[in-house]
């Protein structure tokens, strides 16, 4: 599927979401007597999805690089740097975070497979 879509994204410009089918794929292979296979369900499927979008991001905008003559590499090594500085500022506003409100907590609720 993301190879499928991934293509999709370069040749029409169209992202197609296929969620549905990856949670229908799942849902064939999870035991319907496992307690959590609602939530397995739909966390790989958001993983999944989550995974074929970035790829078809970073194809579009190599699409778009290309039309401008942008040289690709000079495009992969942009992607990595910004890809590695988002992680740290995020890693480093996360402990921000985290250390004037309790998560979870009363403000910052997680939602537990008991609820759902």
């Known amino acids: 599927m993301l190879t499928a879509n991934?293509?999709?994204?370069?040749?029409?410009?169209?992202?197609?979401?296929?969620?549905?089918?990856?949670?229908?794929?799942?849902?064939?292979?999870?035991?319907?007597?496992?307690?959590?296979?609602?939530?397995?369900?739909?966390?790989?499927?958001?993983l999944a999805v989550t995974g074929a979008n970035q790829a078809e991001d970073l194809a579009y905008e190599l699409k778009v690089g290309n039309l401008v003559g942008a040289c690709p590499r000079a495009q992969i090594q942009g992607?990595?740097?910004?890809?590695?500085?988002?992680?740290?500022?995020?890693?480093?506003?996360?402990?921000?975070?985290?250390?004037?409100?309790?998560i979870p907590g009363p403000e910052f609720l997680i939602l537990s497979t008991a609820r759902l």
């Open 79 to 102: 992607q990595l740097v910004g890809s590695i500085f988002c992680a740290l500022v995020l890693c480093g506003a996360c402990r921000l975070y985290s250390s004037q409100h309790t």
């Open 6 to 46: 991934t293509r999709s994204v370069a040749e029409t410009g169209h992202d197609p979401d296929s969620a549905i089918l990856y949670q229908l794929g799942l849902a064939m292979v999870v035991s319907h007597s496992n307690p959590n296979a609602i939530v397995l369900n739909l966390i790989s499927a958001a």
